[in-house]
């Protein structure tokens, strides 16, 4: 399929800096769009992932997503997911958003910031987690090149779920999470065997702010700047190890040893098993 003429958005997610956070790519009329158009242009891209707004009901403001990486198609995707709506928002106004995703329906508030710019509020499925097993982490931290020393023995490892599934490791020190160098193969391994989309790397620097790498070689790419659907995961993780007790809002801080610093939001309460993650989302330049 000629996808020559198909117009094709670059925005970048959780910053309002074009030079930071999650590059996506955004296709706001893909109707006429095959699997293997939108695969090819997720590839030509090359970003982690590209979002393709497959069937629209302006009036009702709802629409049908889906998003793909350089590699395959993937059922749930956080950044691409605020920067649709940020362009979608841009275009029809701000207002809340309903997306029809392959993992179900995400609501996706969107309005003004404090700086003026475009913030999306994605509201996930229900999250859901549960402990890692021995083997699973074992060929994990095998891949990654870490120790079961390298870990916070007070975040336990456990594979979460924000709509996609995320192996969550907590690392003891700042240093440990700065320095990553894996091997990149063998995790991809590990990954499709378990069915994760990526591994998240956290660091806790206070209750209410981590510091986070993703690791995303399944589809692709070493490492994601920024990872919505991780950040509803881990919002689901906390709550789940109790460590929310009331309504709560932390920061994530994600992509700052790549270059590329992002800031998410992600609001949790005890007894909701669905998380709001929320962040900016700008164009960059052509």
């Not at 695969?39 to 030509?44: E, P, R, V, Y």
């Not at 920067?83 to 508030?109: I, K, N, Q, R, S």
């Not at 870990?151 to 709509?163: N, S, T, Y």
């Not at 994530?252 to 939001?265: C, I, K, N, W």
Request: charged fraction near 20%.
């Amino acid at each position: 399929m000629d996808t020559s003429t198909t117009q094709i958005l670059r925005y970048t997610a959780f910053t309002t800096d074009p030079s930071g956070g999650n590059p996506a790519g955004v296709v706001l009329d893909a109707a006429e769009l095959d699997d293997d158009a939108m695969l090819t242009i997720a590839a030509d891209l090359g970003y982690s992932e590209t979002a393709f707004v497959t069937a629209r009901d302006e009036r009702r403001r709802r629409f049908t997503v889906r998003y793909f990486s350089p590699l395959a198609e993937v059922p749930f995707c956080g950044h691409a997911t605020v920067a649709a709506a940020v362009a979608l928002a841009e275009g029809l106004g701000a207002g809340p958003l309903v997306f029809d995703t392959p993992v179900g329906e995400v609501p996706v508030d969107t309005g003004a910031g404090a700086d003026g710019a475009v913030v999306a509020t994605l509201t996930s499925v229900p999250t859901s987690s549960r402990p890692a097993e021995a083997v699973e982490l074992d060929t994990a931290l095998a891949a990654l090149g870490w120790r079961h020393e390298d870990l916070d023995p007070a975040l336990p490892p456990r594979v979460a779920f924000g709509g996609v599934h995320h192996l969550v490791l907590a690392a003891a020190t700042r240093g440990r999470l700065a320095d990553l160098d894996y091997d990149f193969d063998a995790l991809a391994e590990v990954m499709r065997r378990a069915g994760w989309t990526t591994v998240q790397l956290v660091w806790r620097e206070s209750p209410d702010l981590f510091h986070a790498r993703d690791p995303f070689p399944v589809g692709g790419v070493v490492e994601d700047p920024a990872t919505g659907a991780a950040a509803a995961a881990l919002g689901g993780y906390l709550r789940d190890l109790g460590l929310v007790s009331e309504p709560t809002v932390v920061a994530v801080r994600q992509g700052e040893d790549m270059g590329r610093p992002s800031a998410l939001t992600v609001a949790v309460g005890p007894d909701d098993a669905r998380v709001r993650v929320s962040g900016h989302a700008v164009p960059l330049p052509a």
